[in-house]
């Protein structure tokens, strides 16, 4: 492979040369420059082939050395919905557990493993929700008395936390059941437990007194919902 062109090619092996110069964000023009003429694209577009590649700039440029480093292997693209290429290690993966986290009647949560996980950015993950990505877990809401607030079928983003440190949603385990609601601090290491919805009564619990069948599981800090 002693020209640019075999080497691109041998990295778009049997694809079409629209499909390649729509790949790296080339105009047909300034493509035609380097598949016939043997032009070199600019640095911005080296970049991008690299990106999506995983290939060695070295090897692109020259010829010379592993096109992989390291014995890796070629990588498969990566792109956003716009087919702008994506970092993996920009986002952080939490983990999506099959857990309803009652708004209402409560669900038996022991043993759980993770369908899947759910990216989000990791700089969005730092500044906004929390330094320590790895005590994140993903859950969904069940049933209807913080109805208006967090629906039946939202799914919610949790914090690992060692306590209620202040007001807000939080989701606590009473006995086997996984609640979510509104904490409210209250005198004397009580707290209020805040239903949105009226038809279901607050109650207060003794954090002095609970023993083990309460734990403050983690405090939401984010939601989605299907409109």
Known sequence: MSTFKDRLASLWPGERQAKIAADIDMTMAGFSRIWHEGGLPKADTLKKIKLLKGCSLDWLLTGEGD???????????????????????????????????????????????????????????????SNRPSGLSVISVKGDSMEGVLNDGDTILISEVDGVSRDGLYVLRINDNLLVKRLQLMPGNMINVISANEAY????????????????????VWFGRYL
């Open 67 to 129: 096109p992989f480093p390291e014995g890796a292997q070629q990588q498969t693209a990566v792109a956003d919905t716009l087919g702008n290429p994506v970092d993996a290690d920009d986002f952080v993966y939490v983990p999506r557990y099959d857990i309803e986290a009652a708004a209402g009647h409560g669900r038996l949560a022991e043993h759980e493993r993770p369908l899947f996980t759910m990216a989000f950015r990791r700089d969005w993950i730092h500044q906004m929700v």
């Open 201 to 220: 009564p607050s109650f207060e619990i003794n954090l002095n007194q609970t023993e083990d069948h309460v734990q403050i599981i983690g405090k939401v």
